[in-house]
């Protein structure tokens, strides 16, 4: 069995679950069926857990402000002692996806953490909530429940996809790339970056290429009509029929007697495409945007400054001394901000330092094959947190093999990291877009970090513990400064630097949408609808 990407990535999500206990029913039967199917999939699972548990077991002794060397040597000697544990511990995890049973059913609730959000409500239309009512810009997380009684909702998905559920509905969300159909419809939209979201059900399971498409569910099955694009259908109640490619205009019925036509299906796909128009989210930004277009001197200002309100200053400074021209390049879009090893860069949001979301992204292009100690820091800000010690957040790119691929995306944030799985250590241009939610000063939530890389998400979040040493003093001087391409401390800027070339550099004062995001990506701009002028 070769992995596809999107099956690679489903894997990583499912590991991450069985380590955070929140697997779900449905996600328990797809990794069970990959483990027995498959010897990859088996020593990916083993090394996953024992890499996980390993993370978190130093993960509170750990901080981006340690010596390099020591850190490795705990790492080793850490890793050697829990893997003696862990071989077998998953094992016997293995043994009881293949073999073990549950009782309950696919009805069983979840152990989700509930702070592991995976999207949210973003329109709706005369809704009735079963349980739990869910206002319009509500988090939803994996292992939630969403019942209605009568109307619609819509949730977007962290990668990106979004899904309509019509009542009387009941679904179940697995995590930002699947989700179980208990009962009646559900419409799904699935962009370029979101391939590979799944909707299940006991009849059938639908992996989405690219699409739009519909399933119902009833208590005998489910129907599958393709609006546009493809999917690929796996019945899951027979063993009979193999995986089915339906295209446009296509559709199917799946149920424990098999697969057949749909009864009525030009009336049925007449129903579906009438448009649906919902009340949807309005969402206000406040943000900057570098260019790195224009200096005067050693300063480029950002555009629009008047989001700011008045007074801010809104200029990115190179080091006294620094020469603009020098450190220009040709970038992604114009002109670039070249690191050298020497340059560094610093300006001024305000509230980054808070404990609200924000979302940093921007164009990257790193050195083929780049020295691990270039890896320090593309973008890194101080934070008010208690909760991460009032340490900084860094976005890098992760030099460290036991914590994931060479080269990957990582950010750094008092103790915990997040590492992706897409190198960007290869001389090309990579968009990278990092919504971090420091959330409140509560112990118990933890920190939500959301990474994605040429627009699409590829996230693995370590949950930061107790810190080692106290926790550093609030250094208000250095509060609301963000800095390029270098590395900084409790007072200040460290010698270590980054080497590569930035470009576009936006923030901005919330956790912006997936489509937002390809909007950056792709039009270097936000939708107009999310702009506004504060005063």
């Not at 300006?347 to 921007?362: D, E, K, V, Y």
């Not at 164009?363 to 900084?392: C, I, Q």
């Not at 400064?481 to 270590?496: A, K, Q, S």
Request: glycine residues 10%; proline residues 5%; aromatic residues 8%.
């Amino acid at each position: 069995m070769n992995l596809t990407d999107p099956e690679f990535l489903e894997l990583n999500e499912l590991c991450g679950a069985v380590v955070d206990g929140t697997l779900s029913e449905a996600q328990r039967a797809r990794l069970a069926r990959w483990l027995k199917e498959s010897d990859e999939v088996r020593r990916h699972y083993v090394r996953a857990l024992g890499q996980s548990a390993s993370l978190l077991s130093y993960a509170a002794e750990l901080h981006a402000e340690a010596p390099d060397a020591p850190v490795r040597r705990a790492k080793v000697f850490r890793f050697s002692l829990w893997w003696t544990a862990v071989v077998p511990a998953a094992a016997a995890l293995v043994i009881g996806l293949f073999f073990g049973e549950r009782g309950g059913g696919d009805d069983q609730e979840s152990t989700a953490q509930p702070s592991d959000f995976v999207g949210r409500v973003t329109g709706v239309k005369d809704v009735q909530w079963v349980t739990g009512a869910l206002a319009t810009g509500a988090h939803v997380r994996k292992g939630q429940k969403l019942e209605l009684a009568a109307g619609c909702a819509e949730v977007t998905f962290d990668s990106g996809a979004r899904v309509v559920l019509e009542g009387a509905a009941a679904l179940e969300i697995n995590s930002a790339w699947e989700v179980t159909l208990r009962r009646g419809t559900l419409k799904t939209n699935v962009p370029p970056e979101a391939v590979g979201f799944s909707v299940a059900n006991s009849a059938v399971r639908v992996v989405d290429l690219g699409t739009e498409f519909t399933m119902v569910a009833d208590a005998n099955g489910a129907e599958v009509f393709v609006l546009k694009g493809e999917v690929e259908a796996a019945p899951r109640a027979t063993q009979e029929y193999a995986t089915i490619l339906l295209r446009e205009k296509e559709s199917r019925r799946f149920a424990a007697t098999g697969v057949s036509v749909v009864s009525d299906s030009v009336r049925k796909f007449a129903q579906l495409t009438e448009p649906l128009a919902l009340d949807r989210l309005a969402l206000v930004t406040r943000h900057l945007h570098w260019t790195f277009d224009h200096w005067e001197g050693a300063a480029s200002r950002a555009r629009p400054p008047e989001l700011m309100g008045r007074g801010w200053d809104a200029t990115l400074r190179l080091p006294a001394g620094g020469e603009a021209g020098r450190a220009q390049v040709d970038g992604r879009r114009a002109r670039a901000l070249r690191f050298d090893g020497q340059i560094y860069g610093q300006a001024a949001f305000p509230g980054l330092s808070g404990n609200t979301p924000h979302t940093i992204a921007f164009w990257v292009r790193v050195p083929e094959e780049a020295p691990l100690s270039d890896a320090y820091s593309m973008v890194t800000w101080f934070t008010k947190n208690k909760k991460l010690g009032n340490r900084h957040v860094g976005i890098n790119w992760n030099r460290d093999r036991n914590d994931g691929p060479i080269g990957a995306l990582r950010t750094d944030f008092g103790g915990g990291q997040a590492v992706g799985q897409t190198t960007l250590r290869d001389g090309r241009w990579h968009h990278i877009a990092v919504c971090f939610t420091p959330g409140d000063e509560d112990p118990t939530v933890p920190v939500q970090v959301k990474q994605y890389v040429d627009g699409r998400l590829e996230s693995s979040t370590i949950i930061p513990g107790k810190k080692r040493g106290p926790a550093m003093a609030e250094n208000t001087a250095l509060a609301d400064l963000v800095w390029l391409g270098c590395r900084i401390g409790p007072t200040g800027l460290r010698p270590e630097r980054f080497r590569g070339e930035l470009d576009e550099l936006f923030i901005a004062d919330r956790g912006l949408e997936p489509q937002e995001i390809v909007s950056l990506m792709n039009e270097n701009r936000l939708p107009h609808a999310t702009l506004a002028v504060h005063p």
